[in-house]
């Protein structure tokens, strides 16, 4: 709080014209550790006019809490003799790792929709970009198909009346990061609307990181994927050799 008083100072010292956001987030460092069940992240912070007086009920609040994008294959399953197999497939070169929303009403009570893509203000306005030539309504399915597995998996999440605002001045939104988060630099975004425009918007960040014999294992994977491929393979038919001699022993 001692903070976010002193950002709040300088920025009225500063003249702005401009309505004053200033957010902060709970924690600047997660840190997955063995027996990781999920985290809560408070993304809070202050607005106010330029002059510093109370602004928050003139304004909607957005927060975005944005993972690593990264290039993804999405392949479409279909039964055969009762068999289910891969199918069509496309991939994606910009999906978020994880992404999240919460805002105090309904985005489309909010923005248009032209305001909503440009920000990608909801699941439904994600930018995700298809490689090569792919037909619309393909991509359509396959975007909805890729938005519904990480929602099931907890990794996209939209809350339209996740942000809640007290004496009207301090806004705050929690969002869950699940355990299978991935690790990477996320970014929380904040924006204040106002009549359909966006009038201010501020990002931190928050780096999400693996210690111990699970960022050991990591490390290796990224540095050395052959070998841990082999090394993989090599464990996996172990196992499977001791298991099947145990078994034959009894």
Not at 7 to 16: D, H, K, M, P, R
Not at 63 to 81: D, F, H, M, Y
Not at 100 to 114: G, L, N, Q, R
Request: glycine share 8%.
């Amino acid at each position: 709080m001692r903070v976010l008083l002193v950002l709040v100072a300088f920025v009225l010292l500063s003249g702005a014209r401009d309505p004053i956001l200033v957010p902060e987030v709970s924690q600047h460092e997660i840190r997955l550790r063995q027996g990781f069940t999920g985290t809560e992240l408070l993304l809070f912070g202050a607005i106010l006019r330029p002059d510093g007086t109370r602004a928050a009920a003139e304004y909607d609040i957005v927060v975005i809490l944005k993972g690593p994008t990264q290039s993804i294959v999405v392949r479409e399953k279909q039964k055969v003799a009762g068999i289910w197999v891969n199918a069509d497939s496309t991939e994606f070169r910009s999906a978020p790792s994880y992404y999240a929303v919460a805002s105090t009403k309904p985005i489309a009570e909010i923005v248009d929709e032209k305001t909503a893509a440009i920000y990608e203000l909801g699941l439904s306005w994600l930018q995700l970009s298809p490689i090569g030539t792919i037909d619309p309504e393909e991509q359509v399915r396959f975007a909805s198909g890729l938005v519904d597995l990480n929602q099931r998996h907890g990794l996209y999440r939209e809350d339209s009346v996740g942000v809640s605002v007290s004496e009207q001045v301090l806004y705050q939104a929690r969002i869950f990061l699940p355990s299978s988060v991935p690790i990477g630099t996320y970014t929380a975004e904040t924006l204040a609307i106002s009549k359909g425009r966006v009038v201010a918007s501020a990002s931190s960040s928050v780096e999400v990181k693996k210690l111990g014999f699970e960022r050991a294992v990591a490390d290796f994977a990224d540095e050395s994927a052959v070998l841990y491929g082999i090394l993989a393979v090599v464990i996996s038919v172990s196992m499977g050799w001791i298991a099947g001699r145990l078994f034959a022993l009894v």
